[in-house]
């Protein structure tokens, strides 16, 4: 899938959750609820034990035989946090240069990006905590900022090697229940629902990416199109040829992928009257964001994309 609006790379992703992995764990639920659509075996791999890449080079040659063992070829590894993986060592000193010799040669072993997490200092706000070899030996710094309670996340590029570094982002967030605890309160997670390129209120650009949702609703009107569209010239008859479909293909299609299902003891109809709703509000932002377009014809409205 894109992300942000940009192409990717696919490649299998080790995730080494040093810090937290239970949140970790609840993050990748999360993410597999709010996308429904997501392949049979997605590559991730997530490593809960804190490796000590801080004062040697065992830990790392131990991964590395580790992630060989099964026959996996990382494209990203994340270490995250920095200070759970520094074991005793010196984050001002010496432990930060074994931190970033080790990051180094993972990177090296299997030609992979890794990307760490770290924290910023306490009196500097834009600057990572530490030796200032970690800021030389990163290609990339991305500094990551979310006010108290907002839904939001602003990424902000510091530094990005060879290239252009005026590229600010902002992810916008959303809270998904995947299930009840044994008092019966919700558990959940956060996701991120869509990226824009630009970080609100400062440079007013619009959003350039679809949320999930949108994007699956997208993929389900190209199937339907594709399997009963018919041909049709919306702007009359020396306009171009689109290949259009009717509503009902598409809703079937969006109840059995997206709609939201019964809750205990819910009355059909109430169910069907929440599923109608819920088709329609997802039509009427794809049309008003212009990701499809529709037109009625002898009574039936025609949908077609772009």
């Known amino acids: 899938m894109d992300w942000a609006g940009r192409r990717v790379t696919q490649a299998p992703v080790v995730y080494i959750a040093a810090e937290g992995s239970g949140g970790v764990k609840k993050r990748k639920v999360g993410f ?25 080079q065992e830990d790392r040659r131990a991964l590395i035989a580790s992630i060989e063992a ?12 920095l200070a759970q993986t520094l074991g005793a060592g010196d984050e001002n000193g ?33 600057r990572e905590r530490g030796h200032s070899s970690l800021i030389g030996g ?21 530094k990005l090697k060879d290239e252009d570094t005026t590229i ?21 997670t956060l996701v991120v629902e869509r990226i824009e390129d630009g970080a609100e209120g400062e440079n007013g650009k619009q959003s350039k990416a679809i949320a999930p949702k949108q994007r699956l609703l997208m993929d389900m009107i190209a199937e339907a199109i594709s399997e009963s569209g018919e041909p049709f010239r919306p702007f009359g008859k020396d306009g171009p040829l689109v290949s259009a479909v009717g509503d009902d293909p ?20 109430k169910l069907a009257e ?33």
């Open 32 to 56: 597999e609820k709010a996308n429904p659509n997501l392949p049979a075996h997605v590559p991730f791999y997530l490593v809960s034990a804190a490796p000590n890449f801080g004062t040697g």
């Open 274 to 306: 929440r599923q109608r709703k819920a088709f329609n509000r997802s039509i009427a932002a794809a049309l008003d964001s212009k990701t499809l377009f529709a037109c009625e014809r002898e009574g039936k409205r025609l949908i077609w994309l772009p």
């Open 70 to 81: 099964v026959g996996i070829i990382p494209g990203l590894i994340i270490i995250d946090t």
């Open 250 to 269: 598409i809703r079937r299609r969006y109840y059995a992928r997206i709609a939201e299902k019964a809750a205990p003891d819910e009355d059909k109809g």
């Open 94 to 126: 010496g432990g930060m240069l074994q931190f970033v010799a080790n990051a180094t040669a993972l990177a090296n072993h299997f030609g992979a990006f890794v990307l760490i997490v770290h924290h910023v200092g306490l009196g500097d706000e834009e």
């Open 168 to 188: 600010t982002l902002k992810a916008h967030l959303a809270r998904v229940i995947i299930g009840q605890d044994e008092d019966g309160d919700d558990i959940s």
């Open 138 to 158: 990163a290609d990339v710094r991305i500094l990551c900022r979310r006010k108290d309670r907002e839904l939001a996340t602003t990424l902000k590029w510091l």
